[in-house]
């Protein structure tokens, strides 16, 4: 492995401007003081000169940006970056430019890796002029497109952490539109005619084991020589290569959910480097890549639904729910004996018209309860969904909780992707896993207690990684005491369903002087909670690296109701913006609520939910 290049330290503050000019020898004009009664004319004279630059700026940049728009065959090169970056669209007006950049197959053995390489796809969004850093971001997954991330969220992240910066999306080696891919079938025809259908009842579904098992080579013999390099230490050394073609020595770096597995990798392996590392919503690291299974996940879960009907109660005639009991726990105990009816009894029948019906399962309606868990912003439509499928009208948790697959067309080959990183990253195949697969069923067992009913693909999970076919080709292994360049940051909200705070209490004692945020909400990451206590520590940590100064803070989640009408949401968010644009300046305070609350539901769902193959 090639040690990373040095960056100068004055050249990596240098704003990266377009083509920027070397001004190191021009000379120096030589301040001269004129007479009182000439400095009017002077002033005029000067504020007439700034309002013509002004112009000029004005329309140059006009300029840059049409070109950027509406000429993709632009090449834009930045100094001391390495990557060709075009132009490619733009969100909420701003313009977005892509690149990619070339990594070896195999970062730690030259000779294996010989010519062949991944593709990785990079986007920005630039920041301001004074701008000096990119910040590398992960949505999580595993599988999940940082590219997609950042075109989706770039700009609330850039609203909520600051315009200093610019923000870099790249989808992970075998990831998005990276290439080659981390697939197991060549087309979506292929991948639709090999699925495996389970019903989440373990009994059952372990009679898939032969199944799973050519399922698992087709993944090992699809890929080649490339299928075991598609893992998450590689990924990490491939962070390097993308910092150095942007010229940039230290890592800036938000990670969310299996991101934050990502990041505390990079900050293990490359410590010299980890310069400003966040991770929220904490995957275990020690857990995830040294158990079989992974039941400490669901640790807060439970605690995350009971807390729905908590807030329900609090919420009022908000929440549709409200009207079945005077606490959360009677709302709650109305609604479990309504799904173990459902559970007993088999699919209720629903029919809309003679080209919509079908039926609603136990599974696909605990499914959508769950993953309403992880964002407040799914709250109001579950209570409603809910409400009205108790009092008998099915309509609404039909269209919402479809028992049909959402892949079945074969197109998103996501979960294929998660399951290499998965598989290649943790204990996997023979000798880690038995060969019986009723002692495997055994092994998965405590993750089935403590997760049911929540997560389903719990024995379709343990049955691929026990038949994984694919070698392991990294030594990784998680450490404590590792001294980062500077410490790091880790955020969690209280109650999140499926990477507990108990994980992000250890992730934190295991980097010296890490400090942690936990915001009092629910949800999936502090991110999912709107915090403006959250969003100023983590903003002062990225732009002057200050730590909180307790090692354990607590942020409130702000005011904003867990239960909220789509279409008043809808009202409100259009009147914001309304103001913002006749406004002359916005509040700074008002834009950073806005993107908190737009960023709450900005973390996709992790790929090892998913519950077929």
Known sequence: MSSPAAVNADSEREPLLPNAANQENAEEPVAQRRPFWRRKETYLKGCGALFLIDLCVSGLLALFLLLRRYHPDVVFRYPNETVAWKPCGNVEGKPLECGTIDVPMDHFNASRSGNNTFNIPVIRLRGNADATHNILLNPGGPGGSGVNFLKTRGVGLQKAVGHDFHFIGFDPRGVGASSPPAVCFSDAKMRRTHQIHYDGDAEHDIERYDEVGNFAQAC?????????????????????????????????????????????????????????????????????????????????????????????????????????????????????????????????????????????????????????????????????????????????????????????????????????????????????????????????????????????????????????????????????????????????????????????????????????????GIGHCALSSPSMCAARLLRAYMVNGTMPEEGHTKCSRDDVPYFVDPEEKKDEEDGLKADAGSAVFVDEDTELMAALRDLSGAIPVPSFLGKRY
């Open 220 to 520: 090992a013999g699809h890929m080649g020589e490339y299928a075991a390099h598609v893992n998450t230490p590689q990924t990490a050394a491939d962070m390097n290569n993308i910092l150095d073609a942007l010229g940039q020595d230290g890592l800036y770096y938000l990670g969310y959910s299996y991101g934050t597995a990502l990041g505390a990798t990079y900050a293990t392996m490359f410590p010299e480097r980890a310069k400003r590392v966040v991770i929220d919503g904490v995957l275990d690291s020690f857990a995830y890549y040294g158990n079989l299974t992974l039941e400490s996940s669901c640790e807060d879960t439970d605690n995350a639904f009971s807390g729905f009907f908590d807030e329900c109660v609090k919420a009022g005639s908000a929440c549709k729910l409200s009207s079945l009991g005077q606490t959360g726990r009677d709302i709650q105990r109305n609604v479990t004996s309504f799904l173990k009816h459902l559970q007993d009894d088999g699919p209720m029948p629903v029919y809309i018209n003679s080209t919509m019906f079908g039926t609603i399962s136990y599974n696909s309606l605990i499914t959508g309860i769950f993953l309403a868990m992880y964002k407040s912003q799914s709250w109001y439509p579950l209570a409603d969904n809910l409400a009205q499928l108790l009092s008998g009208n099915a309509t609404g948790a039909f269209l919402a909780y479809p028992d049909e697959d959402p892949i079945a067309d074969g197109s998103n080959a996501m979960i294929e992707q998660g399951t290499f990183v998965m598989n290649n990253d943790r204990p996997s195949g023979h000798p880690a896993w038995p060969e019986d697969r009723y002692d495997v069923l055994k092994i998965a067992a405590p993750e089935l207690e403590l997760c049911a009913p929540w997560v389903t693909s719990t024995v379709s999970g343990a049955m691929m990684s026990a038949q994984w076919k694919v070698p392991k080709a990294h030594r990784f292994a998680p450490r404590r005491d590792v001294q980062t360049r500077h410490p790091m940051l880790v955020m969690s909200s209280t109650y999140d369903p499926i990477c507990p705070l108990s994980a992000a209490k250890r992730a934190r004692d295991s980097f010296p002087e890490a400090k942690l945020i936990e915001v009092l």
